[in-house]
């Protein structure tokens, strides 16, 4: 049904409000020409908006994308974006943001509430890119994070001085290339759910992250979920949601 089908049903009363949600929550895409359908129910159903992966879009589809998102949300979350891109759709989106660090090309809105807590960990400082991927993921979809990096085993007592945010928590991100074995040092000291993000970051043995892919994907620790090698976008995105659940527990 379209949705005036839906809302001309609910008012005659021929339809329930569950019912009505349940129609809108399926609605359809929009086309964008013939090289985007961009979902712009995916918030309804799933709490969060269409993200914009930028790394290989033309041009003339980048900049259209940003326009839609923004206009129908006030704000939109870009990942792997490049300076030029970010050069791009400051000609049309002047209040857009870019970090050089984490290539996140963003439109936020500056009054956002950030709730609970999420420890995001880095074996060392190679690996904070990725993890600034994955706290401004998390930040942009309203968690607050905390920052704990270089704390690699190499030097475990930095991460032993730093415990008291990580337990606080309610999930903690774990970025590390070489062997990748912050996740499991991390994973056998707290309660909370622990996600993996193996980095390429390491000399030729570590195989471009598949080596700490592998060590984490065979953690004898406990509570350990594992991601693709430097996907700091999904473990912020799975994080946000384990801390959402985290804070409606915590509300009852």
Do not use: W
């Amino acid at each position: 049904m379209e949705t005036r089908e839906i809302l001309e049903r609910l008012c005659v009363g021929t339809i329930s409000i569950d019912e009505a949600e349940r129609h809108l929550k399926q609605q359809p895409f929009e086309e964008m020409g013939d090289f985007a359908k961009l979902d712009m129910h995916r918030k309804v159903r799933s709490g969060f908006p269409e993200v914009v992966f930028c790394a290989g879009k033309v041009d003339d589809h980048l900049q259209a994308i940003y326009e839609r998102l923004y206009a129908s949300d006030g704000e939109v979350l870009g990942t792997r974006a490049s300076e030029a891109q970010y050069e791009l759709i400051k000609k049309v989106l002047p209040q857009v943001e870019y970090d050089p660090v984490s290539h996140i090309l963003k439109i936020e809105k500056k009054d956002k509430e950030h709730v609970g807590s999420i420890a995001v960990c880095t074996a060392g400082t190679a690996d904070i890119s990725v993890a600034e991927e994955a706290a401004q993921t998390c930040e942009y979809f309203g968690s607050h994070v905390e920052r704990i990096y270089d704390v690699g085993v190499a030097g475990i007592h930095r991460l032993f001085a730093k415990m008291d945010p990580i337990c606080q928590a309610n999930c903690v991100i774990a970025v590390a290339g070489m062997e990748g074995a912050l996740a499991s040092v991390i994973g056998g000291l707290v309660d909370k759910p622990v996600i993996a993000v193996p980095t390429s970051v390491g000399y030729g043995a570590s195989f471009g992250g598949l080596s700490a892919l592998l060590t984490m994907i065979n953690s004898c620790a406990n509570g350990i979920g594992v991601v693709n090698i430097d996907n700091g976008y999904g473990a912020g995105y799975l994080a946000a949601q384990i801390n959402r659940l985290g804070v409606k527990t915590n509300e009852k």
